[in-house]
């Protein structure tokens, strides 16, 4: 854990804002991308760590799914919620260009575009989760109500 991390967009949007956040760095390697590792190495539990999903739905476009690292996105829930009638994960190569984050590095603060975003329900269980910091090997841990508020979000089940 260090604080000498270079402020990434989404610390800067929050810190704009107003909204308390913890910053926790981690080492890691490229095969290292999946979230239960940030989680171990952040030493959170997995159901506290959420994963920032970005999908396509066939109605209203990009839609952006928060959910805990070792769950799967429920696609059916997913377009539900989204009021779509199918969502696709975005592949990705159109995930930089979509949102300016990388794979093990997307936040759902401070994407290039405000787009409708979930967080699954489970996250009100808690007074802190953490969520990507906008690059690999830097998570925030944030209020979920104060998250959800900022990014214009909706509690819902997404899990299947």
Do not use: W
Request: glycine share 10%; aromatic share 8%.
């Amino acid at each position: 854990m260090s604080s000498g991390v270079k402020k990434t967009n989404a610390m800067r949007m929050l810190d704009g804002a107003k909204i308390p956040y913890e910053v926790r760095t981690y080492e890691f390697e490229e095969t290292d991308l999946a979230g239960v590792h940030a989680a171990d190495a952040v030493g959170m539990p997995y159901e506290t760590v959420f994963k920032t999903l970005v999908a396509r739905g066939d109605k209203t476009g990009f839609v952006v799914f928060c959910i805990p690292v070792a769950e799967e996105l429920d696609l059916k829930k997913a377009a539900r919620a989204s009021k779509n009638k199918s969502v696709e994960l975005l592949h990705v190569k159109d995930l930089l260009p979509t949102t300016g984050y990388i794979r093990g590095g997307c936040s759902p603060v401070g994407m290039k575009k405000e787009f409708p975003t979930y967080i699954d329900e489970t996250a009100m269980l808690f007074d802190a989760i953490a969520v990507s910091g906008g690059m690999r090997g830097v998570q925030l841990i944030v209020n979920p109500d104060q998250l959800l508020g900022f990014v214009k979000g909706e509690y819902v089940d997404l899990t299947a």
